[in-house]
């Protein structure tokens, strides 16, 4: 079995065993790597999609999806050796996040973009559809993005545990919607920063819903009409919390990564002062990592993966100055198993912290 790691696309694996192929959404396209017997290091065996910006992989019913940062989606067949493009039926094509999940038996895919809306495929993305009504909330007019051109994206989708009936789709910059029947009707929580960048289920409770953001870590223990703010800019583990996963099997452990602060801060200080942390109660408190990661890390953690694979599990990080960190002991030590490669990064973040790399 392959994963992947990429900024907007699936974060979670249950696997028998520990893969040996890890597929990566970079700056110049996916990239396969393949690790070492004893885990420690990888190599390169393939590059597709070199002159994309891939923002998302997911799989789906056998089939391998990418998406692109102005660039639409394309389907594989073979795990990423030749591509084809899928979008017909799609008017947006800078697309931030991809996801999927099975009802009654059958697989549909959803596409979050920018600007932000929701388009989804019955048809394993031979034709797409816009969910208009994710527009129609009360919010909308007042979507933006502090970065030229302000114009806010779908950053990313996630369901309920009950079956996929609630679609959640967070909006950066604008706040968290969800939708019962679909996509095609939504509403609007409240309660916390509008800079809401993803939530996350516990597996086995769907009241318990916990969310990254702009304002820090968030968790909701009623469906989401109470808000906890967790963490903020003062936090230790850092102001500017981004990915965000949890156990699958062990729902109260969670980790997150974080820069030190928004990347509106990045243009002077060139350092994101990112870090990797652990928290065993469900978010209420929080250690940072460190067994093999560094300090602070120059580049930005951009996105995270983590397999669960029976005896044990592995979490994966990869940054805009395309390192990639790999955990098998649930974060106790780490090693950087992959160095040198394109960025791995949501739209330009990248940009301004490479500069600092070339000094």
């Not at 929580?189 to 800079?195: E, L, S, V």
């Not at 969670?254 to 602060?261: D, G, I, M």
Request: hydrophobic share 35%; net charge neutral.
């Amino acid at each position: 079995m392959a994963i992947s790691l990429s900024h907007g696309g699936t974060t979670i694996f249950s696997s028998p065993t520990k893969s040996k192929d890890i597929l990566v959404g970079t700056l110049n396209g996916v990239i396969t790597l393949s690790r070492s017997a004893d885990g420690t290091a990888t190599e390169i065996t393939h590059r597709s999609l070199t002159d994309k910006h891939i923002s998302a992989i997911i799989q789906a019913d056998g089939l391998l999806f990418a998406s692109a940062f102005n660039s639409s989606i394309y389907a594989s067949r073979d795990m990423g050796k030749t591509w084809e493009q899928r979008d017909k039926g799609m008017n947006i094509h800078n697309v931030f996040s991809l996801s999927s999940y099975k009802l009654n038996g059958k697989t549909r895919l959803f596409a979050g973009t920018e600007p932000a809306n929701l388009f989804v495929s019955d048809d394993l993305g031979m034709s797409w559809s816009v969910r208009q009504g994710l527009r129609e909330v009360p919010s909308a007019k007042g979507w933006t993005f502090p970065a030229p051109p302000h114009v806010a994206h779908l950053k990313h989708i996630n369901f309920s545990v009950d079956g996929g009936k609630t679609i959640y789709a967070s909006i950066e910059q604008g706040g968290l919607l969800y939708s019962k029947d679909g996509g095609y009707k939504w509403d609007e929580f409240k309660g916390f920063h509008d800079d809401v960048h993803r939530i996350e289920m516990h597996t086995t409770n769907p009241k318990i819903i916990y969310m990254s953001g702009g304002g820090g870590l968030y968790k909701t223990v009623d469906g989401g009409t109470n808000w906890k703010h967790l963490t903020d800019e003062s936090s230790q583990i850092g102001g500017y919390p981004d990915q965000l996963l949890v156990h699958p099997r062990h729902p109260q452990l969670l980790f997150t990564a974080s820069a030190e602060s928004n990347p509106g801060t990045w243009f002077k200080s060139h350092f994101a002062n990112s870090r990797i942390s652990r928290s065993k109660n469900g978010g209420e408190t929080w250690k940072a990592l460190h067994g093999g990661l560094p300090s602070g890390m120059q580049g930005n953690v951009e996105a995270m993966a983590l397999e669960d694979w029976g005896a044990s599990f592995s979490l994966l990080a990869a940054t805009t100055a395309g390192e990639i960190f790999c955990s098998d002991d649930g974060g106790e030590t780490w090693a950087i198993i992959a160095n040198g490669l394109p960025a791995v990064s949501k739209g330009d973040h990248y940009k301004t912290l490479i500069i600092s790399a070339a000094r």
